[in-house]
């Protein structure tokens, strides 16, 4: 039996070296006089001649034979090779794999094709490359698994080859895409202190909603699920439940393909109080400067966001001291018994370091300069933590780059110096803007924009605005010089022409404004900056079908048209942790103009504070005040240009843009020359989107005056003309600007008042 295997085992053997080498096998050694190659159509004889183990003058034997074979199989060019032997000639006999003509996809509406062809040459199938059927397998797996990614569970691909000539095939993907698998269904099982309701609105991931297509929110995500068990996770950590776990999580594919179950099993554990936090190791003989930053309270409920705050806030200070390597470790020392907790901070400085070189990497077009002016670090120096992150934060705000991060790197042979390593990635900050607009109080409007924030790298600003709209156009050339001064005082400069109509009427008059102004910011702290400047405008009071009593009188004394040398001065303050959809800080801003020299003579000023309180994850409570005032200090009356208007969006919503505040015999409103504004808003997602925060609807209260009484007498005196309002809007960050519609119902007004429930308008708040 034994024999009777042995010799099968040599027969196949003998068999297949007998396919692979044919002729070239059993041939008695021999000197080769010749190689010729016979069957080439594209590969070049050189490749063959390169990769064979044989060359002319070469004694020839089985297994020279064999390996040359092999190495020509290798090259992935030959779907078949076999040597023959004529006298003292080898004759190399090759078939060439096809050759991919063209790759060409059929019913993709998921993913742009150059993706998937580059996906495509990744895993070796692309135009010009051989043709094997591994290749395709790869292919056909890598584009399944791209709809894999998009929850596309139940898509088909059926691929096609199609010989054409020259030994070319073209290759055809015939995709199904279905429709995408959703989650039909989020289980928590293990929960006994929290509802399952209350944790599964902590998921961004949910089981969909009216507005599923526009968030896909209900499209399955293995990072969004991660992402949701983090969240509910730190959810337990965060209320004292210090053994929390994650037993498992199942997800399950429904046999149609299209639906997605989801089962989170939780152990919950025991809750844990803190009844002491205790600090341990060096912390350089300050202890009381250190626990004056722990957040950890004894007697409440352990919160493990108190106790990285803390650790983080440790580690912080100790690099203020130049501890560049120090480590605090939080230790819990558990009383199961009692369900009490002692929190143990120790804390080890290390060593002291100063900074010996800082460089600047991935600045691919930004100049070193502009990126090192902004460092408050400098090389030399200890190591201070504080300044680093200062400067690291300053350079993030810049606005020059997507990413800012910066690096901590040992020297070698140095245990007392370090180098920082600010790393970059440059985003385009340059932007060209085409588009329309409409709001209910402006009309139809063109607009186009050409701006560049880091005009070539150098950290200058340059633009121009045009604004074609049919109560207010616009065109604007600016300039800005960030450091005109080593210190950082920056420069301004504008060009500027304005047509206005305020009565938003297009038969009544028009406002035309023309100047330039000149503007500093002088950074006195890292926070705030004050702001000053001059210019000259000439203002021209167009006269329409309709013009105020007020104007008209002016006209009459000092003539339509009237330049202005204002001088500015201002301060601003902001800590918004997003321009566009902020959810804490405050924004604090004073302005002053004042012309005391040409044909007018007033001051002019705005307040502005505004504050964003996150109340939770999802909720956000936005309060603004603004004040406006202006008189004329002479003898020469305040100009009426220069009046307030209010009403409308950006004040008090519910009345028609512009109409509040004093108004002509006609009934027209002329402005005033005091503002009151006070906007209270509650924000939150809007139903169906999750935590997305670019669309959320919000719950208003406005309150305001247009007074004509100078200024000190604004509120006291008009407080009676207060008009009010109350309504919900929607709210969303669209991709030609921020879109507020607003729904608002009067509280307070007065009859002739012009009520405009409905409005809405791109590009501003409040």
């Known amino acids: 039996m034994q024999f009777d295997r042995f010799h099968f085992k040599t027969l196949s053997a003998l068999v297949s070296l007998a396919f692979v080498a044919q002729s070239a096998w059993a041939v008695v050694p021999f000197t080769v006089r ?35 074979i092999r190495s020509l199989f290798d090259l992935g060019l030959f779907k078949d090779v076999r040597l023959e032997v004529i006298g003292d000639v080898l004759v190399v006999v090759v078939q060439e794999r096809p050759t991919v003509a063209n790759v060409e996809f059929v019913g993709i509406k998921e993913f742009d094709k150059d993706v998937l062809i580059k996906s495509f040459r990744d895993v070796g199938l692309s135009d010009g490359r051989p043709f094997d059927n591994a290749r395709l397998d790869r292919a056909e797996q890598e584009l399944k698994r791209q709809y894999i990614n998009r929850s596309l569970y139940a898509t088909q691909v059926v691929t096609t080859v199609t010989p054409i000539e020259r030994n070319r095939v073209n290759l055809t993907f015939t995709v199904t895409e279905g429709e995408p698998a959703k989650i039909s269904e989020i289980h928590i099982v293990g929960n006994k202190v929290f509802d399952e309701s209350t944790l599964r609105d902590l998921f961004d991931l949910d089981t969909g909603g009216w507005l599923s297509w526009y968030t896909k929110s209900n499209r399955y995500s293995r990072a969004k699920l991660n992402a949701d068990i983090e969240t509910l996770r730190s959810y337990y950590l965060a209320r004292g439940y210090l053994e929390f776990k994650i037993e498992s999580t199942q997800v399950a594919i429904l046999p149609n393909k299209t639906d997605i179950g989801i089962s989170i099993n939780v152990n919950e554990g025991e809750r844990f109080v803190v009844s002491s936090v205790k600090l341990e190791g060096n912390y350089l003989g300050k202890e009381e400067e250190f626990k004056s930053f722990v957040a950890i309270h004894p007697g409440q409920a352990y919160n493990a966001d108190d106790v990285a705050k803390t ?88 606005g020059y780059f997507s990413d800012v991060s910066v690096e901590t790197q040992e020297v070698a042979g140095k245990a007392d110096q ?46 121009m605005e045009v604004n074609t709209s049919k109560f207010n156009r616009v065109l604007v050339l600016n300039t800005t010089d960030p450091y005109f001064t080593e210190d950082g005082v920056s420069r301004t400069i504008d060009l500027f022409h304005r047509t206005s109509n305020p009565s938003q009427d297009p038969n009544f008059y028009q406002l035309v404004t023309s100047g330039a102004s000149v503007r500093f910011g002088v950074p006195f702290t890292e926070t705030d900056t004050v702001f000053f400047g001059s210019g000259f405008e000439k203002t021209t009071i167009k006269p329409g079908t309709l013009l ?55 001051l002019r000023s705005t307040l502005i504070y505004q504050r964003f309180v996150a109340l939770s994850k999802k909720y956000t409570l936005a309060a603004n005040a603004e004040l406006g005032f202006g008189f004329s200090p002479g003898d020469r009356p305040y100009p009426v240009f220069k009046n307030f208007f209010g009403g409308g969006l950006g004040s008090v919503r519910g009345f028609e843009q512009g109409s509040l505040g004093p108004k002509d015999i006609s009934g027209t409103s002329v402005g005033g020359t005091g503002k009151l504004n006070i906007n209270v808003e509650m924000l939150a997602p809007f139903p169906g989107v999750g935590n997305d925060r670019t669309l ?43 879109l507020r519609l607003a729904f608002s119902k009067p509280l307070r007004k007065f009859d002739g008042d012009r009520i405009q429930n409905l409005q809405f308008q791109i590009g501003t708040s409040f």
């Open 34 to 68: 010749d190689i010729r190659i016979e069957g080439l159509q594209r590969v070049e004889p050189g490749t063959v001649f390169v990769s064979m183990p044989i060359r002319v003058g070469d004694t020839y034997s089985d297994d020279k034979g064999t390996a040359a």
């Open 311 to 398: 650790t983080k806030a440790f580690t912080d200070y100790f690099g203020n001291f130049g501890y560049a390597f120090a480590r605090v470790e939080s230790v819990p020392e558990v009383d199961r018994i009692n369900s009490r907790v002692v929190i143990k901070l120790q804390a080890n400085p290390s060593r002291r370091a100063y900074v010996r070189n800082i460089n600047v990497a991935g600045n691919t077009r930004t100049r070193d300069v502009v990126v090192r002016r902004e460092f408050r670090q400098l090389e030399s120096s200890w190591y201070d933590g504080e300044k680093i992150r200062r400067s690291r934060d300053r350079v993030d705000r810049l």
């Open 418 to 463: 370090v180098d920082l390593t600010l790393n970059v990635v440059e985003k385009p900050t340059g932007s060209i803007s085409l588009g329309a607009g409409f709001s209910s109080g402006d009309g139809l409007g063109l607009s186009f924009g050409l701006k560049q924030e880091n005009a070539f790298g150098s950290g200058n600003a340059l633009g």
């Open 548 to 602: 105020p009593t007020s104007f008209q009188d002016y006209i009459n004394q000092f003539g339509n048209s009237s330049l202005a040398v204002p001088f500015t001065l201002g301060w601003a303050r902001d800590s918004r942790d997003s321009a566009l959809v902020p959810t804490t800080g405050k924004l604090q801003r004073v302005n002053a103009e004042w012309s005391f020299v040409g044909d007018v003579r007033y």
């Open 696 to 738: 959320r609807m919000f719950g208003f209260f406005d309150a305001g005056l247009i007074s004509g009484k100078n200024a000190g007498l604004v509120i006291n005196a008009d407080a009676n003309n207060l008009r009010s309002s109350v309504g919900v809007g929607i709210s969303w960050i669209s991709p030609v600007g921020p």
